[in-house]
């Protein structure tokens, strides 16, 4: 595998010092960021990288070395911060990237921090590292998107550091490389002020590294360049392997699953979804039975009251859902004194559009009644006389 990088570093538009260190040489390559007062920062990052040029130095064959090259910059920058009263409680962040020997070509990324490796293949750009950061835990909750993340105002604040503790949990990935792929390392002062996309833009604007890497840094001055930033680019030359994804190598379970910043969008997006389903669902049935209720409210019919008298009942026969019939008009007629189709009428429920057609109705059927018994009666004078 045949690499050519490029690297540079810049203190930025405000900051008064460059607390980032890196290195890039042979087939080994670091961002570190420090932290921490009184230039304690500078001191934590350029151990950071030191440490791991001095211990790489009779080479890196797998991962678990590069894991314990980190931990020993660790130890490095703890055991200075106890030394050193002026630089207690300093640390730094470190992205790493070392070529892992073996048929694949392939590479591995340590991470601890903010600091990022990235892969730009075919003018997508990918995140290797997972950020060990307040923000990207925000993200893996859900809580706020990649984007959110990014001009969030704790994006700052980091959860994992060498040079805090005793010891320290090591992210290790191996990655297979192929020919064309360009790996990005960099510090949150890139990533703060250029967005992925932009970042992406500007990479496949440069074929040369060392170009690509100074371009970043000036669109990261150009957008603000609140905090320094430095950008080491290596692109893989020359091999024909075939393409392969991310394969965590880790001896942390957890963060080997900790999801991938798209997948938790795409997380996000389904509990978006889901919330409009629900509203949507509530929605419906209030609808329903809104629309029942109406139904249910909107008919007349005849009917017998408990005392046998005709009445007028407003609602539907035998109720609908909680809608149970009221009556509308009540009237003196008795189921005795209804002639035997007005009957048959009453006891069918009869039904009315409103209850003024019903009460029309009824006040013919007393029409009737009183008509019939107006013939009857002279009639049955006639009979009696
Ligand atoms: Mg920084």
């Known amino acids: 595998m045949r690499l050519k990088f490029g690297a540079a570093t810049d203190v930025g538009m405000v900051r008064q010092s460059n607390e980032d260190?890196?290195?890039?040489?042979?087939?080994?390559?670091?961002?570190?960021?420090?932290?921490?007062?009184?230039?304690?920062?500078?001191?934590?990052?350029?151990?950071?990288?030191?440490?791991?040029?001095?211990?790489?130095?009779?080479?890196?064959?797998?991962?678990?070395?590069?894991?314990?090259?980190?931990?020993?910059?660790?130890?490095?920058?703890?055991?200075?911060?106890?030394?050193?009263?002026?630089?207690?409680?300093?640390?730094?962040?470190?992205?790493?990237?070392?070529?892992?020997?073996?048929?694949?070509?392939?590479?591995?990324?340590?991470?601890?921090?903010?600091?990022?490796?990235?892969?730009?293949?075919?003018?997508?750009?990918?995140?290797?590292?997972?950020?060990?950061?307040?923000?990207?835990?925000?993200?893996?909750?859900?809580?706020?998107?990649?984007?959110?993340?990014?001009?969030?105002?704790?994006r700052n604040i980091v959860t994992r550091a060498l040079g805090i503790d005793r010891s320290v949990q090591v992210d290790v990935f191996t990655y297979e490389v192929r020919t064309g792929d360009r790996l990005v390392l960099c510090s949150d002062g890139l990533v703060d002020e250029v967005s992925d996309a932009e970042i992406s833009k500007v990479i496949g604007q440069h074929s040369n590294a060392q170009e690509c890497a100074e371009a970043l840094i000036m669109v990261a001055n150009t957008n603000g360049g609140r905090d320094n930033t430095t950008v080491v680019v290596v692109d893989i030359a020359d091999d024909i392997s075939e393409p392969v994804a991310v394969i965590p190598d880790n001896d942390d379970t957890q963060q080997i699953e900790s999801v991938p910043p798209v997948l938790v969008k795409e997380k996000r997006r389904i509990t978006v979804g889901m919330t409009l389903f629900w509203s949507a669902l509530v929605i419906i049935v209030l609808g329903v039975v809104v629309i029942m209720g109406v139904y249910g409210r909107s008919g007349y019919y005849l009917d017998f009251t408990g005392d046998d008298t005709v009445a007028v009942y407003r609602g539907r026969v035998g109720g609908v859902l909680w809608f149970d019939p009221t009556i509308d008009t009540e009237t003196d007629l008795k189921g005795d004194d209804l002639p035997p189709d007005i009957l048959r009428d009453v006891m069918t429920n009869r039904e009315f559009a409103s209850s003024s057609q019903a009460r029309k109705f009824l006040s013919l059927v007393q029409q009737v009644i009183l008509n019939s018994t107006t013939t009857t009666v002279p009639t049955t004078t006639t009979t009696v006389g």
């Open 21 to 154: 260190a890196f290195s890039a040489e042979g087939e080994l390559f670091i961002v570190a960021d420090g932290m921490g007062g009184h230039n304690a920062g500078e001191v934590a990052s350029a151990l950071a990288v030191t440490t791991m040029k001095s211990g790489a130095r009779s080479g890196l064959t797998e991962p678990s070395q590069f894991r314990e090259l980190v931990q020993q910059a660790n130890t490095a920058i703890y055991t200075a911060s106890l030394d050193d009263s002026a630089q207690a409680g300093m640390g730094t962040t470190v992205t790493a990237l070392a070529v892992l020997p073996g048929e694949e070509p392939r590479v591995m990324v340590a991470n601890v921090g903010d600091s990022r490796t990235y892969v730009w293949r075919n003018g997508r750009l990918d995140r290797i590292s997972i950020d060990h950061s307040y923000v990207q835990e925000l993200v893996n909750e859900g809580i706020i998107t990649p984007e959110e993340a990014r001009t969030h105002p704790r």
